[in-house]
T-cell receptor, first 113, second 114 residues
Framework: GDSVTQMEGPVTLSEEAFLTINCTYT??????LFWYVQYPGEGLQLLLK?????DKGSNKGFEATYRKETTSFHLEKGSVQVSDSAVYFC????????????FGQGTELSVKP | EAGVAQSPRYKIIEKRQSVAFWCNPI?????LYWYQQILGQGPKLLIQ????????DSQLPKDRFSAERLKGVDSTLKIQPAKLEDSAVYLC????????????FGSGTRLTVV
């Protein structure tokens, strides 16, 4: 069935370092792909999305490209800030079951000054 | 537009007690979801409503969990009786259409069962 796999955390970086969080998926067809972010004590917020192959989603300096050939949607940011410390979730909708979102297990990012 | 409202924010109960959570989705959003997020894991769907009908409740432990969405707007999720393993954050989300092309989540209710 459809599934999402994320790299395990936690990831600890210094401020201004380059960030990559890997996400690969298994799906029937070509669903939209999402990255959500969860700041401490808060609910999930949509960070970015891509709706078709080769699309690049971007927001707040974060980017992710929908790679059909490698079934990946890796999250990247060129220079992280302390305020980016959060848990990041990759997700895809399971269209065969009403469009529910399936989430990866989450990757915790901690950015040190 | 106003976001998804949830209450309470925190709840501590003893095992075998009952508890209820409330969610008010974004106005006009037909689809409402309840997710359970156990510490260190991704959210897991418990139940999905389309208006006031259930679309998917395959992961809802029906012997103890129940949910309803009266008049296709607000929703309540109940646990009776609670177990220790029910300790989690319960997230409500809504979306405009059934395909779920991106949800808006509430802040969640953190439940601790002792």
């Amino acid at each position: 069935g459809d599934s999402v796999t994320q790299m395990e955390g936690p990831v600890t970086l210094s401020e201004e370092a380059f960030l990559t969080i890997n996400c690969t998926y298994t799906a029937t067809g070509y669903p939209s792909l999402f990255w959500y972010v969860q700041y401490p004590g808060e609910g999930l917020q949509l960070l970015l999305k891509a709706t078709k192959a080769d699309d690049k989603g971007s927001n707040k300096g974060f980017e992710a490209t929908y790679r059909k050939e490698t079934t990946s949607f890796h999250l990247e940011k060129g220079s992280v800030q302390v305020s980016d410390s959060a848990v990041y979730f990759c997700a895809l909708p399971f269209y065969n079951q009403g469009g529910k979102l399936i989430f990866g297990q989450g990757t915790e990012l901690s950015v040190k000054p | 537009e106003a976001g998804v409202a949830q209450s309470p924010r925190y709840k501590i109960i003893e095992k075998r007690q009952s508890v209820a959570f409330w969610c008010n989705p974004i106005s006009g959003h037909a689809t409402l979801y309840w997710y359970q997020q156990i510490l260190g894991q991704g959210p897991k769907l418990l139940i999905q409503f389309q208006n006031n009908g259930v679309v998917d409740d395959s992961q809802l432990p029906k012997d103890r969990f129940s949910a309803e969405r009266l008049k296709g707007v607000d929703s309540t999720l109940k646990i009776q009786p609670a177990k220790l393993e029910d300790s989690a954050v319960y997230l409500c989300a809504s979306s405009r259409d059934r395909v779920g092309d991106g949800y808006t989540f509430g802040s969640g209710t953190r439940l601790t069962v002792v």
